[in-house]
């Protein structure tokens, strides 16, 4: 139950910020997140789009360097085939999304 409500708030902060950073292409309109199993699923509405793009992110892990976090992706599987040939080439186990550091102290207890 708790861990339910860790998830819940962390998902919730994660859509927000990323809904910042996205504004421009569309907005995420649902996320899930499961610290457990170390999974992300997330509904995003991308402008010019009629069909919602469902992600699927497996196993990704939270990464400490020199200057701040970062989270590591290490499956990205979508509802698109292209941008899931093109998340498998260019951003998993090669590109590292750095943290906000106004949320590392909260991602950092959860993940």
Same mark, same amino acid.
Not at 14 to 37: P, V
Not at 85 to 98: D, M, S
């Given at each position: ?5 860790? *998830?819940?708030? $962390? ?14 292409? #569309? ?5 899930? $997140? *499961?610290? &457990? /199993?170390?999974?992300?699923?997330? /509904?995003?509405?991308?402008? #010019?789009? !009629?069909?919602?793009?469902? +992600? ?6 939270? +990464? &400490?360097?020199?200057? #701040? @976090? @970062?989270? &590591?992706? &290490? !499956? ?13 080439? @260019?951003? /998993?186990? !090669?590109?590292? $999304?750095?943290?906000? *550091? ?8 959860? $993940?």
């Amino acid at each position: 139950m708790i861990k339910s409500i860790k *998830d819940k708030m $962390l998902a919730s902060a994660i859509k927000t910020t990323l809904n910042n950073f996205i504004k421009e292409f #569309g907005k995420i309109e649902h996320m899930k $997140l *499961d610290t &457990q /199993t170390k999974s992300i699923e997330a /509904t995003l509405f991308l402008i #010019g789009e !009629r069909e919602p793009l469902e +992600v699927t992110i497996s196993n990704y892990t939270l +990464v &400490q360097k020199d200057d #701040g @976090y @970062y989270l &590591q992706l &290490q !499956r990205i599987k979508t509802s698109k085939e292209w941008i899931t040939k093109a998340a498998a080439t @260019y951003l /998993t186990k !090669r590109a590292l $999304l750095k943290i906000p *550091d106004k949320f590392v102290a909260i991602i950092k207890k959860v $993940l």
